[in-house]
Nanobody, 128 residues
Framework: QVQLVESGGGSVQAGGSLTLSCAASGYTYSNYCMGWFRQAPGKEREGVAVIDGGGGTIYYSDSVKGRFTISQGSARNTLILQMSSLKPEDTAMYYC?????????????????????WGRGTQVTVSS
């Protein structure tokens, strides 16, 4: 059974930093893509950053490129999102997601529909 559990959310002032973690279990990590999505109130869920199981390919949305960094933790079953230079518009519920690698290549990587498994989310609030 696939399980994804996020942690690390919180409140921060604009310009600050936060690090999110996702602990995954129940699948072979090297065969899956893992990523972060977010959803602000009244908006659709959007892809933020994705990394393939081998760690060789990374995708970022234009809105976070240069400010967020996705990586695998020292334990292969951990996904990290380092967020810096945070803006009020980054305020959202952040979700960890995973899917078999064949479903997340190229333009499919940051699309919600590509992902089969989801965590419950962790809230990030950035105040101005």
């Amino acid at each position: 059974q696939v399980q994804l559990v996020e942690s690390g959310g919180g409140s921060v002032q604009a310009g600050g930093s936060l690090t999110l973690s996702c602990a995954a279990s129940g699948y072979t990590y090297s065969n899956y893509c893992m990523g972060w999505f977010r959803q602000a109130p009244g908006k659709e869920r959007e892809g933020v950053a994705v990394i393939d199981g081998g760690g060789g390919t990374i995708y970022y949305s234009d809105s976070v490129k240069g400010r967020f960094t996705i990586s695998q933790g020292s334990a292969r079953n951990t996904l990290i999102l380092q967020m810096s230079s945070l803006k009020p518009e980054d305020t959202a519920m952040y979700y960890c997601a995973a899917t078999p690698a064949y479903r997340c290549g190229g333009t499919w990587a940051l699309r919600e529909v590509s992902y089969a498994y989801w965590g419950r989310g962790t809230q990030v609030t950035v105040s101005s």
